[in-house]
C-alpha cells in the first residue's frame, strides 16, 4: 500500500515459500511483478495462481490482462471469456477483452462487448469513450458523437474525448462545433499534442493560416519529428505562398 514494490516482492516470495497452495499469494505477486513491468514473470506468477484456483475469475482477468500487455491478444482474449463463463457479469473481463478486441480491429466484436459493459455500468465515462471509438470505427457517426458526449458528462475534463468528439464533427463538414471541442482540449490541458494539431488543421481550413502555424510549431514542441505535423507545417506554408519555407517543413517530413 506504500508503493514500495520491492519490499512487495521481498515479502510475497517469503510468503510463496510458506504458503505455497495459496493462490491468493501468488496472484498477488503476480500483480505486482505486473506492476514493475516484468511481464514475464507477472504472467508466471498468474499461471501458477491459476492451477491452484483454475475456476477464479480475477486470476484468469489478470493473466489475460498480463498476456494482453505482451501483445498475445488472442490468448488474452480466451482467458476473459473463460473468466466470463465463470462469472457472467464480470466487468472488468468484458471491458479488457473490449480493449483487446479494438486492437485485434474486430470492432464488430467490440461493439456488443461494450454494450454489455454498458449494461452492466452505465456510469463509466472510459466505457463510453472505447464504445465511441467503436461506433466511429463502423461508421456510426452520430451514435459515437453521443457516447462522446456522455463520456464527457461523466468526466468533464476528459480531453480525449473532446479531441475525438472533434474529428468527427470536422469529418462531417461541422467546422466550427470541431473547433470548438479542439479549444475545450486545450483548456483542459493546453499542450496537448493532438488537440494542438488538430485545431491547427481546422485553422488552416479556415485560412487562418498565422494561426494555424503557431499551433502546428507549439505541438512540435511535443514532438519536433512527427510527420503528420511536418507536412501541415508545410502546407501552411505553401498555402500562406512561402515556398523557401514549405520544402524545408517537406523535407523534414520526409
Known sequence: NDGDLGLAIDRCQNLEL?????????????????????L?????????????????????????YTLALQGRKSEAIQCY???????PNYHDAYFNMGDALIDQEKFTEAFLVYEKVLK??????????MFAIVQSELGMSEKAIASYEEAIRLNPEYAEAYNNMGIILRTLGKEEEASLAYETVLKIDPSHINGLFNLG??????????????????AMESDSK????????????????????AVFYYDKAI
Request: aromatic fraction near 10%; hydrophobic fraction near 35%.
Open 18 to 38: 510458506e504458503f505455497a497452495h495459496d493462490y491468493k499469494i501468488w496472484n498477488i505477486s503476480g500483480a505486482i511483478y505486473e506492476k514493475l513491468g516484468n
Open 40 to 64: 514475464s514473470k507477472a504472467e508466471e506468477k498468474f499461471r501458477k495462481a491459476c492451477f491452484l484456483s483454475s475456476k477464479n475469475p480475477e486470476v484468469l482477468n489478470n493473466l489475460g
Open 81 to 87: 471469456k473463460e473468466a466470463i463463463r465463470i462469472q
Open 120 to 129: 452492466l455500468k452505465r456510469d463509466n465515462s472510459r466505457a463510453h469513450y
Open 201 to 218: 488543421n481546422s485553422r488552416l481550413d479556415q485560412d487562418f493560416i498565422e494561426e494555424a502555424i503557431h499551433l502546428y510549431k507549439l
Open 226 to 245: 512527427r510527420s503528420d505535423i511536418l507536412l501541415s507545417l508545410g502546407n501552411a506554408f505553401r498555402t500562406k505562398g512561402d515556398y523557401e519555407e
